[in-house]
């Protein structure tokens, strides 16, 4: 009897096993499957580089002199052009001043030979030749009279002595009126008197813009050597200025990424020395041609805003953004089978069985692939590292 309920009870425990195994058979295994989700993909080229060190500009006075002005602070911007440093300039003035007034005089001479001496010679001349014809006259009235035996030979004389005399004024007067016509003598020294004072006007201004010293182009102030009373002389480094938008950063980028890569395109750098310390950057530069020896190419960026911790040679890490697509199908890489290949595919869980899938992918980033064809969003995949998962299987999703 008790034979009997030993078999009884084993046959039971085995029939209940076997419906178990068949029950799990009928539903399927449960596995943790990948989600087929929406989102933004970001596509970067990441790469490093080295900093192309950026180029300084000292600024020092051209003359002696003491500070009175000092108008920019270490680390601020400042716009080509503007005033960054005054020095005394009370000489200076003084000797603009008086160039000024030289200037005016010789000025002041151009006008009087144009408006006095030409219209004074022109009346000496018209004078002088009335003369000449006054006395061509008389000699030839005392000439007529001498052969009439009314003038003696003295008078004849004095007649022509006269004509002489009025003949040598007029040449004077000639000459006169000439030197003071453009291009004469006096015309000409007086106009020249006038370029040498406004050469000498512009010589003491050029050296009153000395004592003003100017951003040379926009640019940070990286050190300032000086304060207002100091005493300073040709030579000596006063400010420092680094242009803005000169850093650069020369990657080598993989000939395979240069379908991506445009003018323009952002980035985020960071110095390998200071991690933490993000900046921005742009692609300026991408070389014509491919390192054929490394198969890569040169690639340079512009930092877009100063970063004094970047030095010469130094490395840098780079994410160059040169893709963006919003509201994309995204899955698991490691969800996809041969992803290298031309035919990729997938299982995905359709009626609680696993389908085979061929999918069209996108975008690849930091392990997200863009589904441009074959899934939607919402469907469950298994991941390609789940074995024993055959296609037209029972799959149930696994709890959290």
């Not at 006007?201 to 050029?206: I, K, P, S, V």
């Not at 780079?318 to 893709?323: G, L, M, P």
Request: with cysteine; glycine share 8%.
């Amino acid at each position: 009897m008790m034979r009997r309920i030993y078999l009884w009870a084993g046959s039971l425990v085995v029939g209940c096993a076997i419906g178990y195994l068949v029950y799990q058979w009928l539903i399927g295994p449960q596995i943790h499957l990948e989600p087929v989700g929406t989102g933004t993909l970001v596509h970067t080229i990441v790469a490093s580089g080295r900093v192309q060190s950026e180029h300084r500009i000292n600024l020092g006075a051209q003359i002696t002199g003491t500070v009175s002005k000092v108008l920019a602070d270490e680390g601020q911007k400042v716009a080509r052009g503007q005033l960054l440093l005054v020095l005394d300039g009370a000489e200076l003035s003084a000797s603009v001043a008086q160039a000024r007034a030289a200037q005016q005089l010789a000025a002041s001479n151009v006008r009087m030979v144009q408006e006095v001496k030409a219209p004074l010679a022109k009346q000496a001349l018209v004078q002088a030749e009335i003369n000449v014809l006054s006395a061509q006259r008389a000699v030839v009235r005392a000439q007529a009279l001498f052969a009439q035996g009314f003038y003696g030979g003295a008078s004849n004389e004095d007649a022509q002595r006269a004509l002489e005399t009025a003949q040598s004024q007029f040449s004077i007067a000639q000459h006169q009126w000439t030197s003071v016509q453009p291009g004469g003598s006096e015309a000409a020294s007086a106009q020249a008197a006038l370029v040498q004072a406004q050469a000498a006007l512009q010589t003491q201004l050029a050296r009153f813009r000395y004592s003003q010293i100017l951003a040379p182009q926009a640019a940070v102030l990286m050190a300032r050597n000086v304060e207002e009373g100091d005493g300073v002389v040709p030579g000596k480094v006063l400010m420092v200025l680094s242009p803005l938008g000169s850093t650069q950063l020369i990657l080598l980028i993989d000939e395979k990424n240069l379908k991506w890569l445009r003018l323009g395109q952002r980035a985020t750098a960071s110095a390998d020395a200071y991690p933490e310390r993000k900046f921005a950057a742009h692609v300026a530069f991408i070389h014509s041609a491919v390192d054929a020896q490394r198969g890569a190419i040169e690639v340079r960026l512009d930092v877009s805003e100063p970063v004094d911790l970047l030095k010469q040679d130094m490395t840098v890490s780079v994410d160059i953004e040169v893709a963006r697509r919003p509201q994309a199908v995204l899955l698991a890489q490691t969800a996809i089978h041969d992803f290298d290949s031309v035919a990729p595919w997938a299982l995905v869980v359709r009626d609680g069985k696993a389908v085979r899938q061929s999918l069209r992918l996108g975008l690849v980033s930091q392990g997200k692939v863009q589904v441009l064809a074959g899934l939607q969003a919402g469907e469950m995949v298994v991941p390609t590292a789940q074995t024993g998962v055959r296609e037209g299987g029972r799959i149930r999703q696994a709890l959290p």
